[in-house]
């Protein structure tokens, strides 16, 4: 059995690369006035990432414990499966959004339809 | 004496709707013009002429027009919602045909260019075909003119559609409203060649992608 091993330079590297990442996105959710809920997933997000890199060897027993043959493999099913559900979770979230704006769209243009009959029985 | 509204949806139709709407009145229908966020003189032309009408803010394209209109007839107490075309392809003559047969009890009336008459072959009736194909192999029912878009809704798809319509466009509809068990009926009607304005399937790309889509929505979702 062989554990996960990454050099020194590189595993520094990365936590650096990761802290930034974790710092821009408390940073510009903050600034960028980020829904709360969306801005906590994205720092779990960051969070997640950081446990791979302080302890790959966890989430190699993890990967282990699966049956999963070799570790990258594991690291591409687990970050293309967490992607893609946020995705489609995205795609969920916009067409509800589309839904609730074409109801303001509605009401709107019956606010304005209102306003101009208003206008034209002064005239 | 059933309340009828004709819903017009319009994207810069400022040469069309002076003739249309008019002629609509003229056979005693009430009428709404959807203006979608026209470019060209569409809202001042409406203003002008004080024709019945709803200036939408920003664009949500055909489906979502409709599906307004039916909300607004819905709310407003219409037994019955039609749809024409801001073109002038509908002539508006045959409008009460379609409302008779919604008296006759039907839910949903479609009017046909194909019932009496021999399909063409051109690209366009081709694709038309297909989706003939496609809503015969989901609901075993064979139908003429599936992207017609002339048709008469009675209350109760009225009242289904302006409370949760997920539809693409027409052909999705039908196959929505043939499975959910509504009686729906076509009739024969004459459309007439867009004379002014653009087509919303001028481009040859956007019509394979909505063919596309359309299918998919009536094998799949419906």
Known sequence: MQAVFIPPVLKGLLIITILIILAFVIYSSIKSNMNVRYAILWIVWALFLLWMVL??????????????????????????GLLFMFNYYLYVKTSKMANEIKRLNYEVALLKQKDDKEKLEKE | MV???????????????????????????????????????????????????????????????????????????YD???????????????????????????????????????KPITMRMIGSRL????????????????????????????????????????PDALTYIIKKGYKYKEVQVEMEERTVGVSYFHNPLKSIHFMFNVLMSILFLR
Not at chain 2, 15 to 21: N, R
Not at chain 2, 107 to 112: A, C, I, K, T, W
């Open chain 2, 80 to 118: 019955v919602a039609i749809v024409t075309d801001g073109d002038g392809q509908h002539p508006p003559k045959y409008i009460s045909t379609l409302i008779k047969s919604i008296e006759e009890g039907y839910d949903y009336v479609v009017g046909s260019r194909f019932i009496n008459e021999k």
């Open chain 2, 131 to 170: 989706l003939c194909l496609a809503i015969k192999l989901k609901t075993g029912k064979t139908v003429t003119d599936p992207t017609s878009g002339m048709r008469a809704l009675g209350s109760k798809v009225l009242k289904d559609f302006a409370e949760n319509m997920n539809f693409i466009a027409e």
């Open chain 1, 55 to 80: 302890f790959p060897a966890t989430a190699y027993k993890v990967s282990q414990l699966l049956g999963i043959q070799t570790f990258t493999t594991f690291l591409f099913l687990v970050m293309i």
């Open chain 2, 3 to 77: 309340k009828v509204l004709v819903i017009v949806p319009a994207h810069n139709e400022e040469l069309a709707l002076p003739e249309l709407i008019p002629n609509i009145h003229s056979y005693g229908w009430e009428s709404l013009v959807i203006n979608d966020c026209s470019t060209d003189g569409t809202a001042e032309l409406l203003d002008q002429h004080g024709f019945n009408h709803l200036d939408l803010v920003n664009n949500v394209g055909l489906a979502g027009v409709t599906q307004i209109g039916f909300m607004y007839a819905y709310e407003h107490g």
